[in-house]
């Protein structure tokens, strides 16, 4: 059977195509003047610097020296991941597995163990994210019932080899540089500013704290109705 030819007609040099045409210009020639605004005032603050009438640093250019500079990111940053611990120093992690079933990017991995403490139950023995694979979207952080997974502020994430992304538990557990006042500190977490409490990480919320805030704001709370009395013998 003969190949079906089709023949494809080049655009009409009509009129809608010449305006069309003219915005593309248009928006290289703005894009190329932002560009040189941006390098030619860098390559003169160099010149002068190289010629010592200078330090290089060039005024009014939102530029951040890099790692001798930092910018101060957001409370909501999502960076590097966090397994937040409890006051003996347990993991708050109860290995529900409900970060990992939401993780898009299917990138934790969770083995559970019974815990020797009765009251929590279970915990993970293994925790791993792949950091190659996360897309840093905070969705494991949303659906952690137990506030047990946070995101800091740290984005120096390289590896020289797949297997070093992968971290375990020892990486993964709160220290307390992570907290320091020059360290990255916390990033996205479940209602950051909420209440003063939680702001500080200080309990293991079950959601019941939050309610009166909720409904001073007017939220519609769905309260279970009270246990019936128990029936006399
Ligand atoms: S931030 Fe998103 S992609 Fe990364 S581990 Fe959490 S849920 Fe998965
Ligand atoms: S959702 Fe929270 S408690 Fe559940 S496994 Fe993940 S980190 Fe642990």
């Known amino acids: 059977m003969p190949a079906k030819v089709v023949k494809l007609e080049a655009p009409a040099d009509n009129f809608a195509f010449r305006v069309y045409l003219v915005e593309v210009v248009k928006g ?8 040189l ?19 290089g640093s060039v005024k009014g250019m939102p530029i951040v020296s890099f790692p001798e500079a930092r910018r101060d990111y957001s409370e909501r940053f999502r960076g590097r991941h966090i397994l937040k611990t409890r006051d003996d120093g347990s993991l708050k ?10 993780c898009p990017a299917d990138c934790i991995r969770i083995e559970a163990g019974e815990h020797p403490v009765l009251a929590y139950e279970k ?18 952080v949303d659906a952690c019932p137990k506030d047990a997974i946070w995101m800091t502020k740290d984005y120096e ?4 080899d797949r297997k070093s992304a992968i971290y375990g538990i020892p990486m993964l557990t709160e220290k307390p540089s992570d907290t320091a006042a020059d360290g990255p500190g916390y990033g996205y977490r479940p209602y950051y500013g909420e209440s003063p409490a939680r702001k500080a990480g200080e309990f293991e919320p079950s959601g019941l704290p939050l309610l009166p805030v909720l409904e001073a704001r007017g939220a519609a709370i769905n309260r279970m109705p009270p246990p019936p009395p128990p029936k006399p013998a």
């Open 157 to 160: 994430l390289a590896f020289f």
């Open 28 to 35: 290289m020639v703005r894009t190329l003047g932002h560009l």
């Open 37 to 55: 605004r941006n390098v030619v005032p860098i390559f003169v603050a160099e010149g002068k610097k190289l010629a010592g009438n200078g330090d």
């Open 123 to 140: 915990y993970p023995t293994v925790f791993e994210i792949d950091m190659l694979r996360c897309v840093m979207c905070g969705y494991c």
């Open 93 to 102: 992690c109860v290995a529900c597995y409900m970060c990992q079933t939401a």
